[in-house]
T-cell receptor, first 113, second 110 residues
Framework: NAGVTQTPKFQVLKTGQSMTLQCAQDMNHNSMYWYRQDPGMGLRLIYYSASEGTTDKGEVPNGYNVSRLNKREFSLRLESAAPSQTSVYFC????????????FGPGTRLTVL | GQSLEQPSEVTAVEGAIVQINCTYQTSGFYGLSWYQQHDGGAPTFLSYNALDGLEETGRFSSFLSRSDSYGYLLLQELQMKDSASYFCAVSPQAGTALIFGKGTTLSVSS
């Protein structure tokens, strides 16, 4: 039982390049999330998916697209990377319960030059 | 708007007790959670309050007052390994995305 996995762990891009961050969970959770974390800014929600086939914008969706490929996988795409997208990206999943506990992946550290 | 306020930094010594406060202003409220994040790691769930009162889990306790839109995380018998960032988070509705505070960095010294 791996929990939430993310690939890659580290990535360096040049401005204008594109890439996809992959996330998968094996806990049969319905909901999945993408956050970015910048120093002093906490965790900011980019997009989330309450169930397979649905996605919704979060607080900072500009410059990103997502795909909920199936119940297990939720990918985040940067079409044209910008230096402002340099950040640590976390994927998380949760299942409806009293606590809405979210389980986070290890993160992807992205640098855009 | 929606906001959660918590202190940016707290320092303490080993064996002490520390309280991290969180006040929130959100369009809805279903529950308050606390997450811990060590440097370079991922956030991990610590505790959750949906009703007023104190929830205790070992050395950690969390409190909620819905009427005051306020909660706190209490850490007792502090250890060096408790040095980390602590985030409060609100569930505006059941099953929706959490809203996180900006985090409190706790430094524990010997």
């Amino acid at each position: 039982n791996a929990g939430v996995t993310q690939t890659p762990k580290f990535q360096v891009l040049k401005t204008g390049q594109s890439m996809t961050l992959q996330c998968a969970q094996d806990m049969n959770h319905n909901s999945m999330y993408w956050y970015r974390q910048d120093p002093g800014m906490g965790l900011r929600l980019i997009y989330y998916s309450a169930s397979e086939g649905t996605t919704d914008k979060g607080e900072v969706p500009n410059g990103y697209n997502v795909s909920r490929l199936n119940k297990r996988e939720f990918s985040l795409r940067l079409e044209s990377a910008a230096p402002s997208q340099t950040s640590v990206y976390f994927c998380a999943s949760s299942s409806p319960s009293g606590a809405d506990t979210q389980y986070f992946g290890p993160g992807t550290r992205l640098t855009v030059l | 708007g929606q906001s959660l306020e918590q202190p940016s930094e707290v320092t303490a010594v080993e064996g002490a007790i520390v309280q991290i406060n969180c006040t929130y202003q959100t369009s809805g409220f279903y529950g308050l959670s606390w997450y811990q994040q060590h440097d370079g790691g991922a956030p991990t769930f610590l505790s959750y309050n949906a009703l007023d009162g104190l929830e205790e889990t070992g050395r950690f306790s969390s409190f909620l007052s819905r009427s005051d839109s306020y909660g706190y995380l209490l850490l007792q018998e502090l250890q060096m390994k408790d040095s980390a960032s602590y985030f409060c988070a609100v569930s505006p509705q059941a099953g929706t995305a959490l809203i996180f505070g900006k985090g409190t960095t706790l430094s524990v010294s010997s």
